[in-house]
């Protein structure tokens, strides 16, 4: 199955971390890119293969995997990073998945 | 610096065809491929297809096969999603992205500020 699964929403304590999660059988094969997407803007990539930052991210924000589960984890989270985050692949014939979305809410 | 432009928000009657516009600008427009993502009110991303701006050659999301057309042309650095046979469902904001590469990972880098394609009777 190509479909990729995240919690609707998590929120987390200001300068605390939170780790944001997507399943789905093909990220045993393949790396997820993670998007953050902050109300009424266009996404913006936060995380792309193994573990990349593009640069102007912020080093708070890192990425893992194990197994079907791929991970966005947020260390010392800011007022700043409350948004909607959508995990991402792409399959071996050109297409490409978005997971559910995960709305991030700073406390 | 590196930016994708988009035309401006649309309205379409049911049945209709709306076709969406994203200028590139601050890198050579053929050296990438341009992907078409929607995302329908409080939905998540969809992506619709992609575009090799050397070669012209396409590929689309199999939802979307047979009710999507993208192109491009190199003059004008812009590359083009038309979509056919609109129903109130196809109301989302239309983005372009341009395709990155690097270590075995894809990724959209950077991405329009979007289109609002409003289909209703």
């Known amino acids: 199955s190509s479909e990729l699964t995240q919690d609707p929403a998590v929120s987390v304590a200001l300068g605390q971390t939170v780790r944001i999660t997507c399943q789905g059988d093909s990220l045993r094969s393949y790396y997820a890119t993670w998007y953050q997407q902050r109300p009424g803007q266009a996404p913006v990539v936060v995380i792309y293969?193994?573990?990349n930052r593009p640069s102007g991210i912020p080093d708070r924000f890192s990425g893992s995997s194990s197994g079907n589960t791929a991970s966005l984890t947020i260390t010392g989270a800011q007022a700043e990073d409350e948004a909607d985050y959508f995990c991402n692949f792409r399959d071996s014939s050109g297409n490409h998945v978005f997971g559910t979305g995960t709305k991030v809410t700073v406390l | 610096q590196v930016q994708l432009v988009q035309s401006g928000a649309e309205v379409k009657k049911p049945g209709a065809s709306v076709k969406v516009s994203c200028k590139a600008s601050g890198y050579t427009f053929t050296n990438y491929a341009i992907h078409w993502v929607r995302q329908a009110p409080g939905q998540r991303l969809e992506w619709m297809g992609w575009i090799n701006t050397a070669t012209t050659n396409a590929k689309y999301s199999q939802k979307f096969q047979g009710r999507v057309t993208i192109t491009r042309d190199t003059s004008a650095s812009t590359a083009y999603m038309e979509l056919s046979s609109l129903t109130s469902e196809d109301t989302a904001v239309y983005y372009c992205?341009?395709?990155?590469?690097?270590?075995?990972?894809?990724?959209?880098?950077?991405w329009g500020q979007g289109t609002l394609v409003t289909v209703s009777s």
């Open positions: 992205a341009r395709d990155r590469y690097a270590s075995g990972s894809w990724w959209f880098d950077p």
């Open positions: 293969g193994k573990n």
